[in-house]
């Protein structure tokens, strides 16, 4: 009797023993981490793992739409989001990981949550966000319908070495999807499009959808900060521009041997950010035209609405429950995320790596100044133990006497030290620098030093945005229920 | 700590600049910018001229990448970053072809240059990748590279020896190479926590006359702004013949970022080395 394809309804008699006794530990141990307070989002699927290896292959069937995957280095988490939205918006049933628990005991621990003591599970469609270095394990488990692949840039090179090792372990990941899996690429980023030339098997179709845009050159994007895929991915040289987005993304040609950008089929034209940060653009796809309206702002949440819109057209959605999705989404927490503090406008947005900071900066200076922020630099594994990319961000934008709006900057985290000496190399000058290493502190001191109708913005890595947020949503709750 | 909105916005920090036209200048070369910069190695270049400016001398900075020729020796003090693999190779034979022999001939009169990660290697006699194929360098380094098994990451510490001067430095170092140093060469410091050359002999860099070669990412220089200060000295003594000394600025922010690393990396005993 084939035991793993009965798993979609699994009863008690129907399963083997080893699953069962997996899955009731795992989600014992959900139980009893949430009893404690804490997230634990993880260690239950290492531990249900553990007992059972093969537990994720056997999850990864309940859903009958089977899964998507979405990985990359930035916009893993709003992409995974949209395509959920998209997914409800056409009547299903999502199984989601929770934002940061993407590797594979994370993902164990998504579908622990969404099947039933007696094995019997919920969920039509696994949208999975996965960590690039987690993809090979998670890949031949899951199988997935479709894999995104947002975008390359330099990101924990502490902990994949470089970027094009951290490209390489994805494609090996792409490898072992399986036959029928859909690669969705950004056309844009000439290493996410190397991608093309993973050993994947073909079912008819044609196993790669690209997604870019189609644009006027953004103002003012350079592309010599970030050398991560400025040289051709085929013969080294340099690549000759014509339209440049951001950092490496944008229409690029190689003079010597020709590797260009490929057309995109889904992509973005005529966009234009609204009065209230959200951005309006035409989607085009090979299903038809829409107008769009995304919550959230910047070029970046732009590649990533496409790369959901790619995502729900690989998966099959109509381009209308697309346009829902991503229309409704709500923000995703941390990414430029608002909270009222006594009465005091906060945003709170995450910065990992040079290219996401360099777009957040550039989002905060389309808004008038002066700028108050709070910067929290962390360096835990999650972080990144490695602070030197902090250099390769561009704060002189926020700091050079041109603009001269920066107001003040306090400085909190592990290395509140090391962002106060950067900014003051970008020309800050030492009397607008506070150095508060305790994020709580470094918070109430930025909401208390704010002028009325001005807004907060606080910048925190990973581990220094679950406290910076823990800290606001403290702060917050009371008020924002005595004004009701 | 005071908020000064207006009053201070222009005038306030470091010392105030002399007058332009009897300031002296210094030219700065850096090499492959839009190649060589992984790590915020642009740090460094920032930190050579900010700092100057600081101290009241006019910083130039010209950049030259792959298949220009430039005359290092035109140049008061030439910077090179870390790269990708794949970056190297192209950098090797470019080095060898338009810029390394002026390099190689103004390191010997002094021209102070700093080469972080895959440019000191380069600046060595050769790297040997781990298919066993030799990508030569130029040579101005008596140290040789061969790659090895896993990269050698974290945090670091070390005591540096330069000439008329002890530092400990921090930073940050991601290199799969091993570097050896050959007879004669002399190490630009000993490992006080991390790996260094090689993770075995505890050494950490090169120094040759000037020229300073080493896996300290960080950014390097504004984290350990007195080597920055020193490279700048060198600059202006060969410039200059001695006449332009640099005087002290105020480093309480870098002090403040040291020692935090410094007490995580050796426990509070490191008082004492400094």
Redesign the interface.
Known sequence: MDRAGRWQDMSVDGVSREALVALWAGKLAMLVSRSLGRGGTTWPGRLATALEPRLLDRLARVPARGAVVITGTNGKTTTALLLSSIARASGLQVVHNLAGANMSSGIVSAFLENVSWRGQGRGDLAVLEVDEGSLTGVAPAVRPKAVVVTNFF?DQ??RY????GTVRQVRDGVERCGAGTQLVLCADDPLGVSLSEARVPLNGSAPWLYFGLELPAADGAS?????DG??CVRC?S?YHYQRLYYSHLGHYACSACGHARPAPAVYAREAQTEADGTTRFELVTPAGSRTCRLKLPGLHNLYNALAAAAGGLALGFEVDRIVEGIESASTPFGRMEPFSVAGRAVVVALVKNPSGFNEIIRTIRSRPG?YHVVFALNDLAADG????????VDFEQLAS?GS?EL??AICSGR?A??M???L????V???????EPAIDRALRRGVR?LPPGQTLFVLPTYTAMLSARRVLALDALPRASAGR | MLFHEQAQAVEGGPPREAAASCRPKLSILSLYPELLNVYGDRGNVLSLVQRARWHGIEPAVTEAGLGTDVDAGQFDLVVLGGGQDRAQRAIAEDLRRYKGPSLAAAIEEGLPVLAVCAAYQLMGHFYRTADGYEIPGLGIFAVWTEAGKGRLIGDIAVQAELPGRRLTLVGFENHGGRTHLGPGARPLGRVLRGHGNNGTDRTEGVVYRSAIGTYLHGSLLPKNPELADWLLQAALDRRYGGSVRLGRLDDRIEARARSVLLRRLLGPPFLRLS
């Open positions: 330099r090179l502490d070495g470089e970027v094009d592309a010599h900060l970030t050398a400025s040289q080294g340099p002066p133990r490695d602070v030197s990319w902090i250099w390769d006497p001269g107001a003040w290395r030290q090391d106060a000496v950067r003051k190399y970008a020309g000058v030492p009397e607008r620098l506070v150095v030093l």
